[in-house]
């Protein structure tokens, strides 16, 4: 494939602002170890060597406890398992994940379950964050809740913008009594409150629908009150880019309007679009964190950092590493994909690379 | 910005919308002026048009042989060092939507304050002699001077004491007695339970003369003296604008009241706190069993919407006293070793009470698939492990349940125990319907490839922690939990439509003789028709909604016996037929006992009064009896002390004598 010089030019250009390129760098980098999450955050070990056989529990389905000739039918419990092979010394072993915890097991706290401190805090070994009120780990709950959020924002991104970009196109493509009409009804449609829309449809949810199935209709709910805006941006541009000359080149040559306003116009309209795009995972990372904090987000026991901040808020003084760690997260994140979008804004600023003079 | 221009045209819809609520408020105040009739001509015309109901007799038709009681002989309970003055500063979540007691909005978590904890009945139980006598309860005299059973006439004859008074200074008379059947049963004050309540509970009342009634009953009930000297008049020279806008009329208005707090209405600052000021010309408050009660002057009551900034209001000393009832709060927000407990500005109390427990557990809906299987329910219930909850969440303060029916003394089963968790008697029972094999999830499944699966439903967001243990413990066991955490109100709709497969709820009961089975388990509230004539199954029959069978039992031997207990009149045989309801129960293993809480657990500032018993034996809440006082010296002389660093010696107290083994 080969790019457009231009945009080649703005690629370069992107890359010599370190900032937001290295935030870049480390944003993949964190996507593509959270794609692989199982084995860094997992209580099921990475390899098993059991009786000369081995195991590679991380992905598929659970190994019952008879497994390794233990008393029981249901999972493993590895940790335990490990013990045992410590104190038997037959040979066998394993090894663990770097963070040995499952972002949904409880594990108890002097007994009870209530928030650990972090590990270098006095606190039990390998909670690098501490735990949350129910001894959960922190770390993986964040983990987790970072790749569900981020794709979550990923995908709804993809999908605002493919609705936005395709009805902002054809109304200022076609204009006149459609693009009024149009207009109308997405002034209508923005006013309806999104919150309250969440809040009455996850009420009435039955929540029979897996998870999955709950999370996927959170995102075509919010996809179908986001889309709006993207809608003016493009009947603007496009508006600009029909009067020009190559356009009405394409129309004498026969082009149908998808070809033009695809293949000719939207070429030349993108790099504005591509500027709000980490604005708009911004935004929805602190929708969904939103939605989360007030109960109205994913379903529990999904980890988030919504519920996590939530939590901390209400422990700010007996587990103050709750909201601390959860915040943190959340800051890193948001800034990560702030400085990605200054820069993008920055190399993609029409002003150096116009075409006029 | 865009969003910018969005959210204020979001706002300007808002407050469109706003002004246009404004105006159509004010306008319907503005036509309310119509002159009113008097409700008590109405009243009086209501009585002779249901002269079956209403008796107006004179004293010469009260029978000659009545052994009338007092209850004076009972002991008093509140603390005689007692000192009236001063102001509780307390809290509550939301304003109160309303003053009224009655209609619309009026039973929310205010109402206690003016209505249930505040009004004075004829007669009340008293809450630390709680054996059972022949007439059941022992009461002590409120508004009756005395009071007396008629049992071959299924009558309870009551006198009012001739100095009973209204807080406004206007004598009790039999006049507000009858007026409270005809408040009741009107239609104006639009609460159908009332109206229900006060038509088929009683079969009539007759007045004898400004002070003796009777109240006529269609069955004797063990616990008659509940309903008989439970009840309190409702004033009638107070609601002589009664009509069909009284839910607006009174929206707002505090009537005279039989109780000792009353509120001013300069102090309600709408949205923001409430006062209650003490009557002090009470007409009950140096009678025994009375006096030594209600003492503060001022009880101020801030709404607070967020509890975590209520406790900190706590710390700070700007409310007196709090709810540590929550583990986390007792042990870790405000531990023995928080500053203001070691220094003991702020005392501990934990205290045992003995009263019907809520029915905190799994309530199974059998109309639904797989929980209809009954040996389904029985290795679910192996698969609960309520003992770690206990131990991990409550840290072993709270109890198992063992029946459906815990609390009530002699009429909860001696020896039934509710099942423990068990990995192998699940997994054998679950086998037992065709669940054999585990998934890949450790889920087990079926020959047709059906998951275990079904799912919890609750309205208690703050033990969804609690459950999320049981739903991880019971995966050992091969059953998915699936849990469904909703808000208060949506939760209850679905369990009311009969639409969870599994409810965790619990019924809040009050501090009665007898746990009630017909609401909860009587094939009536469970379908439509549940039986045909020759007792056989309806194949036709349609769930019944709105009710509280949430198990959807309906058991024909079981009505039997429900029919037999509500007729009976006989103590141990009610008692026997209880015992034999819940072994059926337990064996129907439709209703998972979850947990008891036998505590109440209270942090108070030390300037706080109670008595050395620390409360009473029933009651359910610090402030329900009003036996505390506010000590102006200690208070002055604790303020003192925290700005000086003088400490005190610290309390972590303990009540244990009501505690059961």
Known sequence: MTLNPLTVRKLKRFRSIKRGYYSFVLLMLLIAVSLLGEMFVNNRPLIVSYEGRWHFPTYGANLPGKTFDLDYTYETDYREL??????????????????????????????????????????????????????????????????????????????????????????????????????????????????YVVIILFSVIPSTFSLPARIGMLLVVMVLFSWTSMTYYMRTATYREKARDYTAAAVVLGAGPIRIIFNHILPNTISTIVTFMPFTVIAAISAITALDFLGFGLPPPTPSMGELLKQGTQTLTTAPWIVSSAFAALVLILLLVTFIGEAVREAFDPKKFTTYK | MPHLKKSQRNYALFLSCGLLLLVACGKKEASDTSPQKDARDEAKSYYSVNSEFFHFRTPADIPTDLNWENGQHLPEFASPDAVKGGTLNSWIQDFPRTLRTVGPDSNGSFRRWILDNNTMSY??????????????????????????????????????????????????????????????????????????????????????????????????????????????????????????????????RFLPTTGPYIVRDSDIDKGRSISLTRNKDWW??????????????????????????????????????????????????????????????????????????????????????????????????????????????????????????????????????????????????????????????????????????????????????????????????????????????????????????????????????????????????????????????????????????????????????????????????????????????????????????????????????????????????????????????????????????KTFEPAITVFDQYKLE
């Open chain 2, 284 to 645: 009950a408050q140096d009678n025994k069993l009375w006096r030594h009660r209600y003492n503060p002057d001022r009880i101020r009551l801030v709404v607070i919407r967020d509890v975590a900034k209520a406790f900190e209001a706590f710390r700070k000393g700007d409310l007196d006293y709090f709810s540590l009832g929550l583990a986390e709060y007792w042990y870790d927000k405000l531990p023995d070793d928080a500053p203001e407990v070691a220094q003991g500005y702020i005392h501990k109390l934990k205290f045992y009470n003995d009263v019907p427990r809520p029915t905190y557990g799994l309530w199974m809906n059998q109309s639904r698939p797989l929980i209809e299987n009954h040996d389904i329910r029985v290795g679910l219930q192996h698969a609960l492990n309520w003992d770690l909850v206990i131990r991990k969440f409550s840290r072993s303060d709270w109890t198992r349940m063992q029946t459906s029916a815990d609390g009530y003394g002699e009429f909860t089963h001696p020896t039934l125990r509710s099942r423990t968790f068990s990995i192998d008697k699940a997994l054998a029972s679950f086998a037992k319907a065709g669940f054999r094999e585990r998934g890949p999830d450790s889920i087990l499944v079926n020959d047709q490839g059906d998951r275990l699966s079904v799912q919890i439903t609750t309205g208690y967001a703050h033990f969804k922690d609690m459950l999320t243990i049981l739903q991880e413990e019971a995966v050992k066991a091969g059953i998915d939990l699936r849990l469904e955490v909703l808000d208060g109100t949506t939760a209850w709709k679905k369990v009311q439509e009969k639409k969870h497969d599994i409810a965790f709820v619990a019924f809040g009961v009050g501090p009665e003789m007898f746990p009630r089975y017909w609401e909860t388990y009587h094939s009536a509230n469970a379908y439509d028709l549940a039986f045909l004539e020759d007792g056989s199954i309806n194949p036709n029959r349609k769930v019944q909604t709105q009710s509280n069978n949430l198990q959807i039992i309906a058991n024909a031997e079981l009505d039997k016996m429900i029919t037999a207990y509500d007729k009976s009149d006989n103590l141990e045989e009610m008692k026997q037929l209880a015992y034999s309801m819940e072994e059926l129960l337990r064996e129907d293993a439709s209703f998972a006992p979850g947990f008891n809480i036998p505590f109440m657990r209270t942090g108070i500032w030390r300037w706080l009064g109670i008595p050395t018993s620390g409360n009473v034996k029933i009651s359910t809440s610090f402030t329900e009896y009003g036996l505390y006082w506010i000590d102006d010296t200690a208070k002055t002389e604790t303020e003192k002390a925290r700005k000086s660093g």
């Open chain 1, 82 to 195: 490990r013990d045992k092979f410590q104190t038997e010394d037959r040979g066998n072993w394993m090894i663990m994940p770097l963070v040995p915890f499952n972002p949904n097991e409880n594990s108890s706290y002097e007994g009870v379950f209530k928030p650990a401190p972090p590990s270098w805090m006095g606190g039990p070994e390998k909670h690098w964050l501490g735990t949350d009120t129910t001894g959960r780990d922190i770390f993986a709950r964040l983990f987790y809740g970072f790749r569900i959020a981020i794709f979550f924002s990923l995908v709804f991104m993809a999908l605002t913008y493919l609705i936005g970009i395709t009805v902002g196109s054809l109304m200022g493509y076609y204009g006149g009594i459609f693009d009024l009409i149009a207009q109308r009804l997405i002034e209508v449609w923005s006013n309806i409150p999104f919150l």
């Open chain 2, 123 to 252: 007669a009340s139980r008293h809450p630390n002699v709680t054996d059972l006598t022949k007439n059941g309860f022992e009461y002590y005299p409120g508004l009756a001077e005395e009071w007396a059973l008629d049992r071959a006439n299924k009558t309870v004859y009551v006198r009012l004491n001739p100095a009973a008074r209204w807080s406004d200074g206007e004598p009790i008379t039999t006049e507000d007695v009858l007026f409270n059947f005809f408040f009741h049963r009107s239609s104006y004050i639009k609460a159908p339970w009332y109206n229900n309540f006060y038509s088929t509970k009683f079969s009539g009342i007759s007045r004898f003369d400004d002070h003796t009634f009777a109240l006529h009953f269609p069955e004797l009930r063990p616990d008659i003296y509940a309903l008989a000297l439970g009840g309190s008049p409702t004033p009638a020279h107070a609601y002589t604008e009664l009509g069909d806008d009284f839910v607006d009329r009174y929206q707002w």
